[in-house]
């Protein structure tokens, strides 16, 4: 069973930073893609962006240039800093893995960016 499971959303004010953290079962995890989905109120889920095993990252323009997506595949383990937020930002973010017979879902965290 793949289990994923983020961490470190909360508030902030326009133009702060966060850093979500997400950790998955398994250590064959490593060998395939995760990413960063969000889902704002009233709107679709989105992929803010999606990095593959081997580092390779494929990013939303909408937040090109401010966030960074890393993966540490010795810990199974995937982070997003967020940097320069802005109210639009604010959303459930879910981190996902591509392991087969899925995509598998975290829970989310909050985002929420407001002065």
């Known amino acids: 069973q793949v289990q994923v499971v983020e961490s470190g959303g909360g508030s902030v004010q326009p133009g702060g930073s966060l850093r979500l953290s997400c950790a998955a079962s398994g250590s064959i995890l490593r060998f395939y893609a995760m990413g960063w989905y969000r889902q704002a109120p009233g709107k679709q889920r989105e992929r803010v962006v999606r990095i593959t095993s081997l580092g390779s990252t494929n990013y939303a323009d909408s937040v090109k240039g401010r966030f960074t997506i890393s993966r540490d595949n010795a810990k199974n383990t995937v982070s997003l800093q967020m940097n320069s937020l802005k109210p639009e930002d604010t959303a459930v973010y879910y981190c996902?893995?591509?392991?087969?017979?899925?995509?598998?879902w975290g829970q989310g965290t909050q985002v929420t960016v407001s002065s």
């Open positions: 996902v893995s591509e392991f087969p017979g899925g995509p598998y």
